[in-house]
T-cell receptor
């Protein structure tokens, strides 16, 4: 089966610019996650969707970050305006359901550099 | 709240040495899942193992073995006869069974393993 697709692979922007990332989960996976991984740290959940509804966005900086999953399939994560501290790898993951029983499949990530 | 602690930050060994990566977790769920992932320099997260809370049997897969002890809330990972290709960052992670936010995967900070030839 095809894996979780993410694009772009790399992105360099200046601070205060906007950027968007795209994720296409594995077909049939109802749950989709966006993680932020800052260099030297473990991934941190930004937002979790179940179909097209938000389950958890408690750690999403909502003043500058937004995410949507309109048709319950692919998803976009946007940052506007970007700050230097947003430099990180943004990982998308998907799962069949809400439980860890189903496991998680991660995409290759988008490496964002804000200069 | 869920928490994963990987107290070791960096480990350096010489090839063929055995090495153990420690993981301690906290959760209020009675059913939960523990994971180990490998992140090589290329950056992708490579799934290594999933263990549910009701299965305390240790597992061995080739040179890799995992020791799960509920009594100490630990899920340690041992690499036997380490190789240079084992050099990577290793993450321990936890997810609960309950619906909602606890179903997310919570990661530790990771352990950087360097295996020298």
């Amino acid at each position: 089966e095809a894996g979780v697709a993410q694009s772009p692979r790399y992105k360099i922007i200046e601070k205060r610019q906007s950027v968007a990332f795209w994720c296409n989960p594995i077909s049939g996976h109802a749950t989709l996650y966006w993680y932020q991984q800052i260099l030297g740290q473990g991934p941190k959940l930004l937002i979790q969707f179940q179909n097209n509804g938000v389950v958890d966005d408690s750690q999403l900086p909502k003043d500058r970050f937004s995410a949507e999953r309109l048709k319950g399939v692919d998803s976009t994560l946007k940052i506007q305006p970007a700050k230097l501290e947003d430099s990180a790898v943004y990982l998308c993951a998907s799962s069949l359901g809400l439980e860890g029983l189903y496991g998680y499949t991660f995409g290759s990530g988008t490496r964002l550099t804000v200069v | 709240a869920q928490k994963v602690t990987q107290a070791q930050t960096e480990i350096s060994v010489v090839e063929k040495e055995d090495v153990t990566l420690d993981c301690v977790y906290e959760t209020r769920d009675t059913t939960y899942y523990l994971f180990w992932y490998k992140q090589p320099p290329s950056g992708e997260l490579v799934f290594l193992i999933r263990r549910n809370s009701f299965d305390e049997q240790n597992e061995i897969s080739g040179r890799y073995s995992w020791n799960f002890q509920k009594s100490t809330s630990s899920f340690n990972f041992t690499i036997t006869a380490s190789q240079v290709v084992d050099s990577a960052v290793y993450f321990c992670a936890l997810s609960g069974r309950s619906t909602g936010a606890n179903s997310k995967l919570t990661f530790g900070k990771g352990i950087t393993l360097s295996v020298r030839p």
